[in-house]
């Protein structure tokens, strides 16, 4: 698979243009998996101002939201290994690295905080929306709660380890990986197998390293293995379409049916659910019409991402005021309000691109 005498220090090198090709192919789909996850009514109920709405969810039910869940698990860690890969394909200096980071990740960062704080204000201050916005009352913050809403877990002791705009922890650990990444690529040079073993069993014991998630770490360094080892994607397109969906059907039903006696299953069935994503990224750039409109909707990616975190909270709280919220309705609710979150997005970041071009390019972290 590779030269071990060349393997201590990898060439740099540029993305090829199919590589490239097949990760555009797959950032939006992965961003509509993370929507997915956030839809946690089934889970969890629904947070009002009087308290938690919580629902009787049947057997079947709750089975077919885990069954979605072993597929949209890969989505983060998919990314981390994107992230980790392209930058160690660079190899960027420490300061170049950085410079750009700031403009990519922590503009945006702090930019949809301090709106995302605004947002929340005024529509707790006003008694009509109050109640769709109740679970952090942002005049009631001090200090510390104004620290935690934009850096989270680094705060011990909180009520909350996200940042305000939760599903940022993923750009801010995404910026700390990038801080480190220099030791991260000298620990894996000096000790390649050592490093890996610690890392994996970092993740997979949910070990907390405080400064940044577990898994983003081992994904992020994987990113590094890849390039440090020349290991081609050709090797997941070599392995067969119905080996791969066999060894993945397998992963499946043992993590839904056996998670607590094979505990190691699910992060199994994650590994093999971002190789069986690779290798459907071939079948998405041969397809022409459906890659060109992957590569439209990764435009607008960022935005719902950016924005979906408080939209599917009130379109969720709305339709389970109009919606039966029993049986197969929950499975109903839980797909259409999904669904419709990300088309409401979509169309409000096409029209907002339109009237405010500059303004999206920036609050998209310049993507």
């Known amino acids: 698979m590779y030269n071990r005498a060349e393997s201590r220090e990898p060439r740099a090198r540029t993305v090829d243009s199919i ?20 839809n946690t009514v089934i889970d969890r109920g629904v947070n009002f101002l009087d ?27 998919l990314f981390f290994l994107i992230a980790g890969f ?65 850096i989270g877990k680094f705060t011990a002791a909180r009520d909350y380890q996200y940042p305000l705009v939760y599903q940022f922890w993923f750009l801010r650990d995404l910026f700390v990986l990038n801080l480190f990444f220099v030791i991260i690529k000298k620990s894996i040079d000096i000790c390649p197998g050592g490093t890996f ?7 997979v014991g949910n070990i907390p390293i405080y400064i940044v998630d577990s898994g983003a770490l081992f994904f992020f360094a994987l990113g590094y293995y890849i390039i440090k080892y020349n ?16 060894m993945y059907l397998i ?5 839904l049916f056996f998670r607590e ?21 071939y079948t998405l750039i041969h397809n022409r019409t459906l890659y060109n409109m992957l590569t439209w909707l990764e435009e607008y990616a960022f935005w719902i991402y950016a924005t979906h975190g408080i939209a599917i909270a ?12 029993n049986g197969a309705w929950l499975l109903a609710h839980y797909f259409m309000v999904t669904s419709l979150c990300i088309f409401i997005l979509l169309i409000i970041g096409i029209l907002f691109k339109k009237i405010f071009p500059k303004l999206f390019l920036i609050l998209s972290g310049g993507r």
């Open 19 to 38: 590589v490239s090709k097949r990760i555009h192919s797959l950032r939006f789909l992965l961003i509509v998996f993370v929507v997915f996850i956030h």
């Open 197 to 203: 073993v610690l890392f994996f069993v970092l993740w």
């Open 261 to 281: 006696k094979v505990a190691i299953s699910s992060y199994i069935t994650i590994v093999i659910g971002v190789l069986f994503f690779i290798k459907v990224s």
């Open 314 to 325: 009130v379109l969720i709280k709305l339709s389970v005021k109009i919606m039966p919220m």
């Open 231 to 246: 290991i081609s994607y050709t090797y997941i397109d070599n392995i067969k379409t119905g080996d791969m969906g066999i």
């Open 86 to 150: 392209l930058l160690y394909t660079k190899e960027p200096t420490w300061r170049e690295n950085l410079k750009k980071k700031c403009r990519t990740i922590l503009l945006p960062y702090m930019l949809w905080g301090v709106l995302v704080l605004f947002f929340l204000f005024a529509a707790q201050s006003i008694s009509f929306t109050k109640q769709y916005f109740a679970n952090i009352i942002i005049r009631d913050f001090t200090l510390i709660d104004f620290i935690d809403a934009f």
């Open 51 to 77: 308290g938690t709405q919580t629902f009787e969810v049947p057997l079947y039910v709750a089975k077919a939201k885990e069954l979605v869940g072993t597929f949209t698990a890969t989505a983060v860690p």
């Open 251 to 255: 992963a499946i039903i043992t993590s």
